[in-house]
């Protein structure tokens, strides 16, 4: 209760004397379940005894005590239950001017606003802003349905990632490069510890042999993850009308082959009956040559 009173004193004193408190101008990043430290500096040009100094530590927008330190020592009796065991100043640095406070192990319920107040004499204040960011899983896409499936259908290809914060970007890309982003539905559910599960859904009509990917950037990490598909004829079936059609063509095509070795077998029958025909004929004219031939006997005197 003690450093609650302090506050508004510290605050009357603020429009009589001002010490420069300096913290990130940008927001500071820090990874779900790491340690963060919240960088705070002051300037006091006359050395000071530490019990003279007051570092308090508070969210900006609620004004629960995150840490407090007075009196040349912890005072941590105010401090917002979520925050025990888990903070602490650096004594070593404090006389340097460093007012930095250690967070452990963050979590996504830790991100907003810091106010930084410091006071030996003077008393000055500065406030940061703390973002929390987790990497999501490779992402997986999968395509539904996986088989019966025919040119010109209708398919949904969907990406999964788990395990991640703040939300992030989809982008979906043809095998050419072509952005189709437009067509897709992304939803974001959150666990338990506020991480996100994000599931993009992409419609499109099927085409064989084609290639598609999901991009996963996360805003604050940058790109995470890519995953690919590739749906090839393996995957598709033709349709009804094109089956009939192609099984009317294999009748078709061995009809006229069965049509074709008819014809040759007969051709061929044919060409075997001409030629015993003539070997008979020959055999017959032979026959006739030799009775006509009479044997001529020479005597010589």
């Not at 020592?73 to 006389?95: E, H, I, K, S, V």
């Amino acid at each position: 209760m003690l450093s609650l009173l302090l506050l508004p004193l510290m605050l009357a004193l603020r429009a009589t004397a001002q010490m420069e408190v300096e913290v990130p101008s940008l927001p500071q990043v820090a990874l779900h379940g790491r340690d963060a430290v919240l960088n705070c500096s002051f300037s006091h040009v006359s050395p000071f005894n530490l019990s003279h100094l007051s570092v308090f530590w508070q969210l900006t927008d609620t004004k629960r005590s995150v840490h407090s330190y007075w009196g040349g020592r912890d005072q941590l009796t105010d401090q917002a239950d979520r925050f025990a065991n888990r903070t602490r100043l650096f004594p070593d640095r404090l006389a340097l001017g460093n007012a930095s406070l250690l967070l452990k192990e963050v979590v996504v319920a830790d991100e907003g606003s810091y106010t930084c107040f410091v006071r030996v004499q003077d008393y000055g204040s500065a406030a940061l802003l703390l973002q929390v960011a987790a990497p999501y899983s490779k992402p997986v896409v999968t395509l539904e349905p996986e088989s019966n499936l025919r040119p010109g259908d209708e398919v949904a290809l969907t990406c999964t990632a788990y395990g991640g914060f703040p939300e992030a970007g989809v982008v979906w890309q043809d095998g050419a490069g072509r952005n189709l982003t437009e067509n897709i539905t992304t939803s974001v559910v959150a666990n338990e510890e506020g991480l996100f599960t994000m599931t993009s859904v992409l419609t499109v009509e099927l085409e064989p042999n084609s290639t598609y990917s999901c991009l996963l950037i996360n805003p604050l990490l940058g790109e995470e993850g890519n995953a690919f598909v590739t749906i090839t004829g393996q995957n598709i079936t033709f349709p009804p009308v094109a089956l009939w059609v192609t099984v009317g063509l294999a009748v078709c095509l061995l009809l006229l082959l069965v049509a074709l070795a008819a014809v040759c077998r007969r051709k061929i029958k044919e060409s075997c009956e001409e030629a015993r025909r003539e070997a008979e004929e020959a055999k017959e004219l032979e026959k006739d040559d030799s009775k006509t031939e009479r044997p001529t006997n020479v005597w010589r005197l």
